[in-house]
């Protein structure tokens, strides 16, 4: 009996002590420890809804499968005349040119490409998306779109921000903590940045025709004008199939060159390595131009004077720390399959964000001192240790959210409050029973170890239940629905061992002292 007292005793003191301590910065916003960071309702920030252009994934999954089957020709030494991109149908067409590797062709394809289909009418090879990869390639933007976010906003350093998909083709995003409107701006654009990075060799034949081409005859000869970031007035003239993309890139770091001036720096995967050496291996011998190409802009286009191994490049555009910071983010997080755009827009002020914590804390302390009053009141001595229970629940809550560094919403104060009433229900359940025991002529021990075990099944198939439903909506809700399923999931475990086991110890502690008598007057009965 002894070692189950200290134990329960014990393991309840240090749990309250151990809220309490880690609660401290919470209550005081000290800048020392951790603490709970405040939700966008309850801080202000940014609110928005962007759409998802899921066509637009389809062009850049093609220009993606064309540079491939450019590559694995090249890798083969296959002759062939004519390769581009047909963008009425959204197809990838080229002509073999020697009949007997139809079929050598038609298996290179298929054993290095996904998701196409291949069609050859005589000398002519048509590949396309199949309609089961363009269903999924446009769920994908959506998905990868809302990781990529996310990302983004982690690495910009922002606390807490929360990305969720709603719906088909949109996105919710709440940045809390965003207070001026230059961040306002550069989230904006961290956001909405495709982030496509293309190598593209510039048609050296027609380059000094560039200024006075159109796009139309540009396209005759498969090739697109793109303008220089610095100078929209500079135009180059680019192959259109490119050499590779950004998704063989691997990191991009914020540098510093030898003149102490803002550049990106990029590492490319093994496979983009291989096609960067191989083009570069045979781009020097004529000093051929490879244009760096950044959401349709071209940062840099330097001849090749040698092979460049190792698959590391530099993207340098005149820009400012901040510029380079964002882009190195972005490029790093991945380009976004498909773009988005801002359907819906509003700042919550952090004056609107001070009213609604004031609000919550009144509602807050108004139903604490309401329940404690009303425990003591209806069960007075067993009321008061409840009362103890509750506020080590409280404690507790709020030490494991600082510890986490979670997210506290309007609806997760709610998730307190309804926690409170859950917490005092279980005592609620076991003072009755210990007060049904005692009428029936019990022993004071007898009365408190049945009355615990009794009500412990109905409290943990109760709290169970719960629980569950909590994690159910945190796994699949958003925003404050997450909000409200964490505050009172952590409630329910902290209950459990509060009012639980913190309280039966209490009791068996103070057992040896209890006469029947005063153990009725603690419950408000006689015996």
């Known amino acids: 009996m002894l070692s189950r007292l200290n134990y329960r005793v014990v393991l309840f003191a240090f749990a309250f002590i151990f809220g309490v301590v880690f609660s401290i910065p919470s209550l005081t916003n000290s800048d020392s420890g951790k603490k709970i960071t405040l939700g966008l309702d309850l801080q202000g920030g940014l609110y928005m809804l962007l759409g998802v252009k899921t066509e637009e994934a389809l062009v850049s999954r093609i220009k993606s499968i064309a540079g491939s089957i450019k590559y694995i020709l090249d890798d083969n030494d296959a002759v062939v005349d004519n390769l581009h991109i047909d963008n009425e149908t959204n197809e990838v067409r080229f002509n073999a040119l020697d009949s007997d590797e139809y079929e050598k062709i038609n298996k290179w394809l298929s054993d290095e490409l996904e998701g196409v289909g291949i069609v050859r009418n ?27 976010i996310r990302n983004r906003l982690d690495q910009f350093g922002l606390a807490e921000p929360n990305v969720a998909k709603q719906g088909e083709e949109r996105i919710l995003v709440e940045v809390p903590g965003i207070k001026t409107k230059e961040d306002e701006k550069r989230i904006k654009e961290l956001i909405a940045r495709p982030a496509h990075l293309l190598m593209m060799a510039v048609d050296e034949d ?25 100078d929209p007035d ?37 496979e983009g390595a291989r096609i960067f050496g191989d083009f570069s291996g045979e781009a020097y011998k004529t000093r051929a131009r490879m244009a760096v190409v950044l959401d349709n802009k071209v940062y840099s286009a330097p001849h090749i004077n040698e092979r460049i191994g190792g698959g590391r490049g530099q993207i340098s ?44 804390k009144l509602a807050l302390t108004l139903g604490f001192v309401m329940v404690f009053i009303f425990m003591v009141l209806y069960y007075g001595y067993a009321g008061i240790v409840a009362d103890i229970a ?22 997760g104060m709610a998730g307190i409050v309804l926690t409170v009433g859950m917490a005092v229900d279980a005592n609620v359940i076991i003072s009755e029973r210990i007060r049904e025991l ?11 170890e049945d009355g615990y ?39 329910i475990l902290a209950s459990m061992l509060t009012a639980i086991l913190g309280t039966h110890g209490i009791y068996q502690m103070l057992l040896p002292k209890i006469s029947k008598n005063k153990l009725g007057r603690w419950f408000g009965i006689k015996v």
Do not use: C, H
């Open 122 to 148: 005589d000398a002519e090879f048509s590949i396309s998306i199949t309609p089961e990869e363009a269903e999924r390639t446009k769920k994908n933007a959506v998905l990868q779109a809302v990781d990529t």
């Open 206 to 230: 027609r380059a000094a025709r560039v200024m006075t081409m159109s796009e139309a005859e540009a396209k005759q000869y498969r090739n697109v004008i793109l303008p220089d970031v610095k």
């Open 234 to 270: 500079v135009k180059y003239l680019l192959r259109e199939i490119p050499i590779l993309d950004g998704s063989m890139l691997t990191d991009a770091k914020a540098v510093f060159d030898e003149s102490n001036q803002p550049i990106i720096t990029f590492t490319l995967n093994g």
């Open 317 to 360: 555009g005149n820009f400012t720390v901040n510029e380079t910071r964002d882009i190195a983010i972005a490029l790093r997080s991945g380009a976004l399959l498909a773009p988005v755009f801002i359907e819906e827009q509003r700042s919550v002020g952090p004056s609107l964000g001070a009213d609604s914590i004031a609000a919550s």
């Open 390 to 411: 509750l506020i080590a629940n409280l404690f507790l809550i709020l030490a494991v959210m600082s510890l986490f560094g979670a997210t506290l919403t309007l609806p």
């Open 438 to 448: 005692l009428r029936q002529g019990k022993s004071v021990a007898k009365s408190i």
């Open 453 to 491: 075990s009794n009500a412990f099944t109905a409290i943990w198939d109760a709290n169970v239940t719960t629980l569950i439903s909590a994690v159910v909506l945190y796994a699949y809700g958003t925003g404050p629905v997450k909000g409200f399923a964490l505050t009172m999931s952590i409630g």
